[in-house]
T-cell receptor
Framework: DTEVTQTPKHLVMGMTNKKSLKCEQHMGHRAMYWYKQKAKKPPELMFVYSYEKLSINESVPSRFSPECPNSSLLNLHLHALQPEDSALYLC??????????????FGDGTRLSIL | AQSVTQLGSHVSVSEGALVLLRCNYSSSVPPYLFWYVQYPNQGLQLLLKYTSAATLVKGINGFEAEFKKSETSFHLTKPSAHMSDAAEYFCAVSDLPGTYKYIFGTGTRLKVLA
């Protein structure tokens, strides 16, 4: 069982819809991440939050909007997505922001399909 | 800049045979290295990590990896493959301190033959 919980597990949406992905961890980790993973590829970093503040945005289109309401929760708000945005979206957390030797712990992801 | 190379996008072994998955890195600073496994329709699960304490690192599910600085390698091994080991394996290196980033290899798909 993963300690990072993502909901929903699957999401199908049209290009004009607005939806949100949710991620939760109760390990006391202070860094949280969003990744996008296409089939047969490694995860690609999208955003990093450190102590609930956005610290990295990897030039992600504005149709993806992250939010960190508190130290345990991370949301990804979706609006006007494109078919090429269909992918597995993974959330991860790590204990100590800026400490490179701390492993990231991943959730099982949300499988997103854009119609 | 850091980088990771995983040789062999697909590896097939017989059940009970040795598993060897290769990972080479380049790093301008002492690296922190990680191996992850991804089963179908799941996220990434940490197998083991190297953080400069011991060069031979033991992980979960019988896997281990040896850090060889002279060869800039961190290969993953398991003495005897099990059918349940069939999955995608990713090697990752931490980017420069304070950047939070992983540099992932392209992954190796392990197939275990009965």
């Amino acid at each position: 069982d993963t300690e990072v919980t993502q909901t929903p597990k699957h999401l199908v949406m049209g290009m004009t819809n607005k939806k949100s992905l949710k991620c939760e961890q109760h390990m006391g980790h202070r860094a949280m991440y969003w990744y996008k993973q296409k089939a047969k590829k490694p995860p690609e970093l999208m955003f990093v939050y450190s102590y609930e503040k956005l610290s990295i945005n990897e030039s992600v289109p504005s149709r993806f909007s992250p939010e960190c309401p508190n130290s345990s929760l991370l949301n990804l708000h979706l609006h006007a997505l494109q078919p090429e945005d269909s992918a597995l979206y993974l959330c991860a957390s790590s204990q100590d922001p800026g400490s490179s030797n701390q492993p990231q712990h991943f959730g099982d992801g949300t499988r997103l399909s854009i119609l | 800049a850091q980088s990771v190379t995983q040789l062999g996008s697909h590896v097939s072994v017989s059940e009970g045979a040795l598993v060897l998955l290769r990972c080479n890195y380049s790093s301008s600073v002492p690296p922190y290295l990680f191996w992850y496994v991804q089963y179908p329709n799941q996220g990434l699960q940490l197998l083991l990590k190297y953080t400069s304490a011991a060069t031979l690192v033991k992980g979960i599910n019988g896997f281990e990896a040896e850090f060889k600085k002279s060869e800039t390698s961190f290969h993953l091994t398991k003495p005897s493959a099990h059918m349940s080991d069939a999955a995608e394996y990713f090697c990752a290196v931490s980017d420069l301190p304070g950047t939070y980033k992983y540099i992932f290899g392209t992954g190796t798909r392990l197939k275990v033959l009965a």
